[in-house]
Structure formats: structure tokens, C-alpha cells
């Protein structure tokens, strides 16, 4: 046993093969026990015995195999998380420079130039995301059994979860681009099912093919990033790429026009990914799926994934600055463009959506200015809070009987108190306040956007503006949800009540969470020795080091010293928050009246921000419309007259062809033997004269 | 003596008749008769070059085709009777069902 745990990273594969056990079961016996809900509802009515057991007003026992899912797919991902830890807690007691270390498990593809192995690398980059992925993915599918427990398709649900837990687990760990492709693709399938797990209701899987398609459109970047990658460097493992920049640099192959071409391209990927400008509308439709998947997929992991891939390039985005402005800008208006329309939102998983993609594009402005390391501490933190709201929202929309419209909730402070509390710090996380992890994160991207040398005080304005608006939407759903008055149906006020255990014990991990997550990154100004910066730089200095060999200027020196600028921005942008929260306090608790009037007063632009300035319906009449007309014109005038002529013309040749040569068949014997005559003769003929 | 080609000419003249009966003619009695010609062309002509060569495999033949034409001659007949008493007719232009 010393010996195994001594040498665990011998065990890494684990980590993939727990939750893929957790599929295959979960598979077998969602196929087995749940047939009855994948036949046609009108097929032998034995319907009535499946799941619906609870309409019947009874309370069933609950069916063992129910049981056993509930004990499996979280226990795998469990059995993840452990190894994941001792793996991650092995890395730290090795030499950071040899913090990499990659297991091969079995060849994959081997043709011409082309190989590639499946094989998994544990780094301080992966080894963050293992950990979140695991650790809140517990926590989640812990949740997801007490919020599923009405639902019919028990397992399913919970296959698809594990299925995704497993593809986000290659994504991260995998050691070559083609890898995290396979994840990325893997996660993206998983998201789609799980948006549209209740398929009978149109709008959920309308959504679900959205997300798809969308994502679909990133993906053909990611792509092409990747066959110029693999054109120009030869090889697809993060390592041999790595490896490679200096002397390709030197031999002028790598050059900062393709630097540009491939980062701008993976870029596209993180874009429709990750939710940013212009590919962010299928995040907010998402939230049609059962909450702890928007939890789970759409806030805490597979959202992550482009900043992940973002960083994990990140020697390759160094050496093209176009594309660190174009990521920067990016993030920084997806940040404030998708807060502002989270003020208006009535849904209260719309405002959470919104909101997440206000704070991935807080990632990417992290990324796009350089400091990597501040992103991913940013998407360690966001994971911890964001999943915690979205539980939380997922707590309160069950307590609510399924309604999820804030303006008919209000004063359920007192029936739900954990969750109120949970929620609470959460909120207080994500809007900033000192002490709490968003605090930590926010502010060293907020101070990275001013003071590093792709950034500039415009952008740190606009991430301010945003900071502010986060807080002020974050602290109006709050207001709206469990103070004031309730505005609750008489129906369903009744039968508020706060969730099980089994659901708020992961709210309360998280909210601790919540708070101590930050921790590990407390900035030096601070007295700190932000342990999470130092963890990744093994990572990050790389990227700097080309950079510094491509331009040959200044190097970092700015970063480490104590700049009284960082405790001003940092003091405003504590300001900024707390000047937000004082508004929804103002708008909602003092003057609730207040906010209905404001939106009479500007018809037009609360028309414009409830109606999410209308991107949608721009991008439908711009794009989507267009793409119809054009396979309408296609479908009507190439395929049917062209393509289908073609088809039905040799068709037509050969049937009236055979209309006339058939007469030869007349019947009559005597034609037939003289054709055999004549042609006995022929043949004759030729034998003779030949 | 002479050579076979007297008795090949003989041979394919007949061949020739038993043909054209074959080939233009409407009654299917006739065909038959015009079919045994030709195979009775055949043998004149095997017995011919059989007995030139000195081979009796010529004449052995003969034998056989004839073997044959008798049996052709009482299966052809007996169909020839089945298709008068269903038709009433044994004109073969007549008989063309099997076709377009």
C-alpha cells in the first residue's frame, strides 16, 4: 500500500476510470430499469408502473435500483476526487520545475508523420482543474440526488452526468491537443443532452440543439487551430509544442502572423466554449436544463474550458499580441455586456447565466493581458461560488415547487434559511467583498488589467463598471428572492420548505468554499504570498520567456514590487461594489416601487435590456434566416433541379430505352431461333475468317 | 475414290433446309420436322468424315444424335398435344404469351 501511494501518478488513469465505470453502470441499468419511460407513452401502458409511481398520490418505496445510482455515480466521482488529491498532493512534494508528468497508456494513432498516444499529463494547470472538476462535481452529483429524486430518469441522468464528468476529466488531463479536442467535443455532447434532458418540452430541446450548433461553430476553429498547429510544429502534444517555439522561432517558421492565425483561432473555439462575444447566446438558453447540470456544465467546469485552453497555450498567445488585445477586449465587454443584461432578467437561473458569462469574460480579460495565473484562480473561485448560487437557485426553485420567476417569490429568507445563508455568502464571493474568494480573484485581474503591459486603464475601468453591476444584479436577486414581501402563489407558499441534506450540505461545503477559496491567492500587497501563482508559474513563465525572446524589450519587472496604485484600485473597486449593493438595497428594499417606475420612465431602453438588446433576434434575421434562405434556394434550385435532374434523367434514358429494345421480345419462337441461327452463323463466320 | 465434300455439301444443304423450316415456318409440326432435317444433316455429315478418317467415333455420334432426335421428337410431340388441346392451335405465331 506505501508503495502504491508512494508512486500514484503510476495511477492517473483512475482518475478517467472511475467515472467511466460510473457510465458503464449507470448505462446498463438506465437501459434496464428505465425502458418502460424510452417506449412510446402510448405503447402497452406499462408507463403507469415505471416512474410516475408518485402521481398515483401513494409514497412508494424507492426502487433499489435508484438506490444503487444514487450510491454509484457519486461514490465514483468520489473515488476520482481521492486519487485526483493524492496525485495533486504527490506533485507538490516534487521540484517545481519537474512538476509535469505524463503517463502514456496506449498508442492511439499512428499514421505518416502523425502520433499520437493516449496519454494523461498532470501539471499545476491540470492538476487545479482535476481538483475543481472532481471536487465540486461531487459535491454536485451529491445535490443532483436529493433534486433528481422525482425524476423518472434517474439514471439517465445521472449516466449523462457521469458520461460528462469523464469527457470534462480527459479534456483537463489530457497530455495533446487532439485529446482535449476529443473531451471538448465530449463535454459539448454531454451538454446537449443534459439541456435537453426533459425532451418533451419544446423549449428544452430547442435549446439543446442551440448550445450544439453554437458550439459547433466554435469548434470548426478550434479545428483549424489545430491542423495549423499540427502543419507547422509537426506534433500535437503540449510538450513537443512547448518545446519547439524557441527553435522554430529562431528558423523563422513560426513567425507572429501565425501565432496570430492559430491563437485567433483557438480563441474562436474559447469563444463559443466559454460563452463570450459573439457566441455567448446559447449559455442563457441553457438554463432549460435540470439546475445542478447549469450548475455543474454551464457555471463551474465545461464553461472553463476555453480559458483552460487559453492558458494552456498561453506561449503560444504571448507571441501574438493582436490576439492578446482581441482576447482582452473580448472578456472585458462580454464582462459588462452580459451584466448589464442580467439586471433586467426575471428568471432567476436567466440572472445567474448572465452573470456567468460576465465572469468568464473576466477570465479572458485575465488571459488577454497576461496574467494567466489570475484567470485560472478566477475560474477556481467562480467554480466554487457560481456553483454554489446555482444550487443555491436550484434550492429555492424546489422549495418553490418549480417556479422559477423572482418576481413571485420574495421573504423566503425565513422558510429556506440555509440556503439563504449559503446563497448569501455566495453573493457577497462573487460581488467582491474583502475576505471572500471572488474578492481575491476579481481584484488581481482588475489590478493585472491596469498595471500589466497589455493592459490599460480603459479596461480596468470598464472590469470596474462591470464589478459594480455584478454586485448591484447579484444583491437585487437576493432582495428579490428572500426579502421583502412575498409575492408567492397561495398554492405554492404552502408548500415552501427547505431542501434535504442531501442538498444542503453541498451548499454549506461550497459556501466554505466560498469564503476560503481565495485564500490560496492572497496578492503579496496584502501581506499574502499568493501560493496560487507560484503553484502555476512553472506553467506561465514559458510563455513570458518566448514573449521576452520575440520582442527582446523590457522584461516583467513591474509585477513584483509594491505599487500603492494596487491598494487605491483595489479600495475603488471594493467602492464600486459596495456602491452597487446600495443601489439594489435603495431600488428593492427601500423603494421597491422604485425599479417598475424607472422601467416606465425609459420604455425603450428597459425594452432594449430585457430583451437582451436583441441579439438574438439579430443574429436569427443575420444570420439564421439568411442561412435558411440560402439552403431553401439550395434545396429548391440546386438539389431538385439540378442534382435531382440528373438523377431522374438517367433514370428516364434508361426506361425509355428499355421501352423500345424490350419489343425485341416478341414471343414468337421463330424469331428467337433465328437469332440463334444468325448469330451461330457469326460466329462460325469469325471462327472461319478470322 | 473421292473426298467427303460431295457428302458435306449434301450435309449442309440439308442443314440449310431444316434451318430455313426452322426459322420461317408457322406450324409447329413442321418445325419439328424441319429440326429433325437438320440434325439428320448432322450425321450425314459425321458418318461422312468418320468413315474418311477411318475414326468409327463418326459414326458412333450418329447414333447418339439419333438417340436424341427420337426422344426430342416424342417429348416435342407430346407437348405439341398439350398445347393443341389447351389452345387449339399449334401455330407458333400464335403462341406468343411470353413476351413484352
Redo the contacts between chains.
Keep these: 500500500m506505501v508503495s502504491a501511494l508512494s508512486n500514484i501518478h503510476e495511477y492517473l488513469w483512475l482518475i478517467l476510470a472511475f467515472p467511466l465505470a460510473g457510465v458503464v453502470l449507470n448505462g446498463i441499468i438506465a437501459l434496464v430499469a428505465e425502458r418502460p419511460l424510452l417506449l412510446p407513452a402510448d405503447g402497452h401502458g406499462h408507463d403507469d408502473h415505471g416512474g410516475h409511481g408518485d402521481a398515483h398520490g401513494g409514497h412508494h418505496e424507492t426502487p433499489a435500483y435508484r438506490k444503487l445510482v444514487a450510491f454509484i455515480a457519486p461514490g465514483m466521482i468520489f473515488a476520482a476526487f481521492v486519487v485526483a488529491v493524492l496525485s495533486v498532493l504527490q506533485l507538490t512534494r516534487m521540484p517545481a520545475e519537474a512538476r509535469t508528468v505524463v503517463q502514456t497508456l496506449f498508442p492511439w494513432i499512428q499514421a505518416g508523420g502523425l502520433s499520437v498516444s493516449v496519454a494523461l499529463q498532470l501539471d499545476p494547470l491540470s492538476s487545479v482543474m482535476i481538483l475543481v472538476v472532481t471536487g465540486v462535481g461531487f459535491l454536485i452529483h451529491v445535490y443532483s440526488v436529493g433534486y433528481m429524486s422525482h425524476e423518472p430518469a434517474f439514471a439517465r441522468f445521472f449516466f449523462y452526468l457521469n458520461l460528462f464528468m469523464f469527457s470534462m476529466l480527459t479534456l483537463v488531463l489530457g497530455s495533446s491537443y487532439l485529446l482535449m479536442f476529443v473531451g471538448w467535443e465530449g463535454v459539448g455532447l454531454c451538454s446537449y443532452l443534459l439541456i435537453g434532458f426533459w425532451y418533451e418540452k419544446d423549449s428544452a430541446s430547442t435549446a439543446g440543439k442551440k448550445a450544439f450548433v453554437v458550439n459547433r461553430v466554435g469548434d470548426f476553429g478550434f479545428l483549424l487551430a489545430m491542423f495549423l498547429v499540427f502543419w507547422n510544429f509537426g506534433t500535437l502534444n503540449y510538450t513537443d509544442v512547448m518545446a519547439k517555439i524557441p527553435s522554430l522561432q529562431h528558423s523563422g517558421i513560426l513567425t507572429t502572423g501565425l501565432a496570430t492565425a492559430i491563437t485567433l483561432l483557438m480563441f474562436v473555439g474559447a469563444t463559443g466554449k466559454s460563452a463570450q462575444i459573439p457566441l455567448y447566446v446559447w449559455l442563457p438558453d441553457a438554463m432549460e436544463g435540470p439546475t445542478p447540470v447549469s450548475a455543474l456544465i454551464h457555471a463551474a467546469t465545461m464553461v472553463t474550458a476555453g480559458v483552460y485552453m487559453v492558458a494552456r497555450s498561453n506561449a503560444l498567445f504571448m507571441l501574438a499580441p493582436f490576439t492578446m488585445g482581441t482576447v482582452a477586449v473580448i472578456g472585458a465587454a462580454t464582462a459588462i455586456f452580459a451584466a448589464s443584461m442580467g439586471i433586467c432578467q426575471k428568471d432567476i437561473k436567466r440572472v445567474l447565466a448572465y452573470s456567468t458569462v460576465s465572469q468568464l469574460g473576466y477570465m479572458f480579460l485575465a488571459c488577454g493581458v497576461g496574467a494567466f495565473g489570475a484567470g485560472i484562480f478566477h475560474l477556481m473561485t467562480h467554480a466554487f461560488f457560481k456553483a454554489l448560487l446555482f444550487l443555491g437557485s436550484g434550492s429555492v426553485i424546489h422549495a418553490m415547487s418549480g417556479e422559477q420567476d423572482m418576481m413571485k417569490m420574495g421573504s423566503l429568507r425565513k422558510h429556506t434559511p440555509i440556503t439563504f445563508w449559503t446563497m448569501f455568502i455566495g453573493t457577497l464571493a462573487i460581488a467582491g467583498i474583502p475576505g471572500l474568494a471572488g474578492f481575491f480573484s476579481k481584484d488581481e485581474i482588475l489590478w493585472r488589467a491596469f498595471s500589466s503591459d497589455h493592459g490599460s486603464p480603459f479596461l480596468w475601468a470598464v472590469a470596474a463598471v462591470a464589478a459594480g453591476t455584478t454586485a448591484f444584479y447579484m444583491f437585487r436577486l437576493i432582495f428579490l428572492t428572500f426579502f421583502g414581501a412575498s409575492r408567492m402563489d397561495k398554492e405554492v407558499e404552502k408548500h415552501v420548505h427547505e431542501s434535504p441534506f442531501s442538498m444542503t450540505i453541498p451548499l454549506m461545503v461550497l459556501a466554505a468554499l466560498s469564503i476560503c477559496g481565495g485564500w490560496l491567492g492572497i496578492p503579496a500587497a496584502l501581506g499574502g504570498s499568493n501560493y496560487f501563482e507560484k503553484w502555476l508559474e512553472p506553467i506561465f513563465e514559458g510563455g513570458h520567456k518566448a514573449a521576452e525572446a520575440a520582442t527582446e524589450a523590457i522584461g516583467h519587472g513591474a509585477m513584483a514590487h509594491h505599487d500603492p496604485m494596487e491598494f487605491i484600485l483595489m479600495g475603488a473597486s471594493v467602492a464600486v461594489a459596495l456602491f452597487g449593493i446600495a443601489i439594489a438595497y435603495y431600488l428593492y428594499m427601500v423603494r421597491p416601487e422604485k425599479p417598475a417606475k424607472i422601467a416606465e420612465g425609459n420604455p425603450n431602453l428597459y425594452r432594449l435590456v430585457y430583451n437582451k438588446y436583441f441579439v438574438d433576434e439579430l443574429y436569427e434575421w443575420l444570420i439564421i434566416r439568411r442561412i435558411v434562405d440560402w439552403s431553401i434556394w439550395l434545396w429548391q434550385m440546386f438539389d431538385v433541379q439540378f442534382i435531382d435532374a440528373i438523377v431522374n434523367g438517367v433514370a428516364k434514358t434508361v426506361r425509355s430505352a428499355g421501352d423500345e429494345t424490350r419489343k425485341i421480345q416478341t414471343g414468337v419462337v421463330g424469331n428467337y431461333a433465328f437469332s440463334i441461327l444468325l448469330g451461330a452463323v457469326f460466329i462460325v463466320g469469325y471462327l472461319i475468317w478470322r | 475414290m473421292m473426298g467427303p465434300s460431295a457428302y458435306l455439301i449434301l450435309s449442309g444443304i440439308l442443314f440449310a433446309i431444316g ?1 430455313i423450316g ?5 406450324n409447329a409440326l413442321i ?1 419439328l420436322m424441319s429440326v429433325e432435317l437438320m440434325l439428320n444433316g448432322v450425321n450425314v455429315a459425321f458418318v461422312a468424315v468418320g468413315s474418311y478418317m477411318g475414326d468409327p467415333t463418326g459414326g458412333i455420334f450418329a447414333f447418339m444424335v439419333m438417340t436424341v432426335a427420337a426422344a426430342e421428337a416424342a417429348v416435342g410431340l407430346s407437348i405439341l398435344i398439350a398445347i393443341y388441346r389447351l389452345k387449339e392451335t399449334i401455330d ?2 400464335e ?6
Design positions: 434451318a426452322v426459322v420461317a415456318r408457322k418445325i407458333i405465331t403462341l406468343s404469351v411470353l413476351k413484352w
